[in-house]
């Protein structure tokens, strides 16, 4: 698949793009991760137009810095999707709680969405998600960015990166990524809910989406991610939730043919994978 260099989708946004003769499909990556993190599912959904985005602080995006809320960065990325005709919207981890904001701003004005672990603001967190986060926040004052970083960052618990670990070259690959990251809203405070970040995404917010809406969760996913999923497939009134088995939280990129196959099931046919109740999610073996 030829790629573009990365451009701006957005002011201070930059995107990698793998052009093709479908629709356009926005992909919105992991906290500490870029764009190219999508290389290996792009190779599965080659008939689509790809757009990958670098969030800010992320790749080649301008820093966090440049924008005051989540729910601000949603409504210009939403905007900017709408005005370059993008069709469907998929984001992993806090891409996905960033999807999911975009879905609040823009409740149908897209073909559908597609969120791989997600989170919530104000939603279940991951135990010792904090004092990890207070452990990175000291190394970087101490030593600034660089390795050291992503080797903490990528220790368990919380078990973010426990499913990549069983892949050599994923977990190389994703190192690599993450050394790269700057690591500077750790100085300037910018993912605080100090920095003015709106508190909650609340069900009532999630109750006015009517686009189709696909969920995607590890069956080794950590339980506030689970309790998540349940929240928003509770929530969102056409939303399925499926369950990849041998998957952990990075799902999307452990299992990129199965996700593949189901995301492309959902651009294809949006609402065709069912919207069954969280206490009866189905796993993809049961698909084939």
């Not at 010792?128 to 452990?135: C, I, K, S, V, W």
């Not at 004052?141 to 426990?162: L, Y």
């Not at 500077?184 to 995404?201: F, I, Y």
């Amino acid at each position: 698949m030829s790629q573009t260099p990365c451009r701006y989708f957005a002011p201070g946004i930059a995107a990698r793009i793998v052009p093709g003769p479908g629709d356009k499909v926005l992909w919105i990556h992991g906290y500490t991760m870029d764009s190219s993190t999508w290389h290996a599912l792009w190779q599965q959904l080659p008939g689509w137009h790809h757009i990958g985005i670098d969030l800010p602080g992320h790749g080649a995006s301008e820093p966090w810095s440049s924008f005051r809320t989540i729910a601000e960065l949603a409504r210009l990325i939403g905007a900017q999707a709408m005005e370059q005709g993008v069709r469907h919207i998929i984001g992993l981890s806090f891409g996905g709680m960033l999807a999911v904001q975009i879905a609040i701003e823009f409740p149908s004005e897209f073909a559908t969405f597609t969120l791989g672990s997600p989170a919530l603001l104000g939603g279940p967190q991951a135990p010792l998600a904090r004092e990890r986060y207070r452990d990175l926040t000291d190394l970087y004052r101490r030593r600034g960015a660089g390795p050291w970083m992503t080797e903490v960052w990528m220790q368990s618990p919380p078990d973010i990166f426990k499913g990549a670990a069983a892949q050599p070259t994923l977990w190389r690959q994703l190192a690599e990524v993450i050394d790269h990251y700057t690591w500077q809203e750790l100085h300037d405070g910018m993912l605080s809910g100090s920095a003015g970040q709106p508190q909650r995404q609340t069900a009532a917010d999630l109750q006015r989406v009517t686009t189709p809406t696909l969920v995607l969760i590890g069956d080794g996913e950590m339980p506030a991610f689970t309790a998540t999923a349940a929240i928003i497939q509770g929530a969102i009134p056409h939303c399925a939730c499926l369950t990849l088995p041998g998957a952990g939280h990075l799902c999307m990129l452990e299992l990129p043919v199965d996700a593949g196959a189901l995301i492309a099931a959902h651009l294809q046919s949006p609402g065709a994978l069912g919207n069954p109740r969280p206490t009866q999610s189905r796993q993809v073996g049961a698909l084939y």
